[in-house]
């Protein structure tokens, strides 16, 4: 069975994400371990949530709204404009003005 995130989890990464700057995937993943969320690990040591909120955040949040950098085995997110999260189909893509998407930054790498 494939694990997913919850319709509590997936408000707090739009919470989070609309709220901060500049992030790391695991500050997004400690967050929602402290509203509840799974401790639940891997054997090397990597948080189950960990892929789960990346992909959310890949799939959810246009590209050209958050630049990507790895950084040791996690990922730095930073907003480059205004992002409101909007899983209604024929937005665009959650921007708040109608300017063209920019070329997408980063690639996701989940491990």
């Known amino acids: 069975m494939i694990d997913l995130l919850t319709y509590k989890e997936i408000e707090n990464i739009k919470d989070f994400v609309e709220r901060h700057d500049s992030f790391k995937l695991t500050d997004i993943c400690e967050f929602l ?5 799974s401790k639940d690990t891997y054997s090397s040591g990597k948080l189950k ?3 789960l909120v990346g992909v959310y955040i ?3 949040v246009p590209g050209s ?3 990507m950098e790895h ?4 990922v730095q997110y930073s907003k480059l404009e205004e992002i409101s ?3 209604e189909e024929g937005k665009e893509g959650g921007l708040k003005d109608n300017r063209e998407l920019k070329q ?3 690639q996701l790498s989940l491990f």
Request: net charge negative; glycine share 8%.
């Open 33 to 37: 371990i402290k509203n509840g969320s």
């Open 49 to 51: 949530l960990y892929p």
């Open 58 to 60: 890949k799939e959810h």
């Open 65 to 67: 709204l958050l630049e």
């Open 71 to 74: 950084i040791e085995n996690n």
């Open 85 to 87: 999260i909007d899983d």
């Open 104 to 106: 997408c930054r980063g």
